[in-house]
C-alpha cells in the first residue's frame, strides 16, 4: 500500500529515528492487511490491530484493550463494535466482574491471528535478506533493548 507522508512548513517531514520505526512498522503492517484481505477479510484495517495486539485470547474488557493500545475507551469500544458487527470479536459478561464484559476473539477472529502468524516466518525472512542475518539480528536486538529501556 502506497501511503503520502504529512509534509512539514512546506517541505519533506525531517527525519528522525522514531519516524523511521514507525514507517517500517507501517510497511511491514501493511503486509499484514494486505494478506488478509487476499484471505477474505477486507473489513479488518490497520486499526483494528489495536484490538488484535492487545487482547488475550481468553477476552479482555474495553478498558484494558484501550489501556494497552494507550487510546481512549470510547475509540476503542468503536474499533471493537466494527469488529464485533463483522464477527471477529463477542462480548461476554466477564466472570470475575458481573459488571464488566469481555471481548472474546470468535473463530473468525482467532483466524485473523493464524494468518498474520504464518506471515510473520516470510517477514522476517525478508529482513534476513534486505539486511544480512547479523544485521538483522542485531537490529532485533537493539529494539528489544529499546522495548525493555
Not at 475509540?75 to 469481555?102: F, I, N
Not at 472474546?104 to 504464518?118: A, H, L, W, Y
Amino acid at each position: 500500500m502506497s501511503r503520502e507522508l504529512p509534509s512539514w512548513q512546506g517541505g519533506e517531514r525531517p527525519v528522525n529515528t522514531v519516524n523511521l520505526l514507525r514507517e517500517a512498522f507501517v510497511a511491514l503492517n501493511d503486509r499484514a492487511i494486505t494478506r488478509l484481505a487476499e484471505r477474505g477479510h477486507e473489513v479488518v484495517r490497520a486499526a483494528h490491530g489495536a484490538v488484535f495486539q492487545h487482547i488475550d485470547d481468553t477476552g479482555t474488557p474495553v478498558a484494558r484493550l484501550a489501556e494497552r493500545a494507550q487510546m481512549t475507551k470510547q475509540s476503542m469500544a468503536e474499533l471493537v463494535a466494527h469488529l464485533e458487527r463483522h464477527g471477529y470479536v463477542v462480548r461476554e459478561a466477564d466472570p470475575a466482574d458481573r459488571r464488566a464484559k469481555l471481548v472474546i476473539p470468535t473463530e473468525k477472529g482467532m483466524e485473523v491471528f493464524s494468518i498474520v502468524r504464518d506471515l510473520v516466518p516470510e517477514i522476517e525472512q525478508d529482513i534476513e535478506t534486505l539486511l544480512g542475518s547479523d544485521r538483522a539480528a542485531a537490529l532485533r536486538g537493539d529494539l528489544e533493548r529499546l522495548r525493555s529501556g
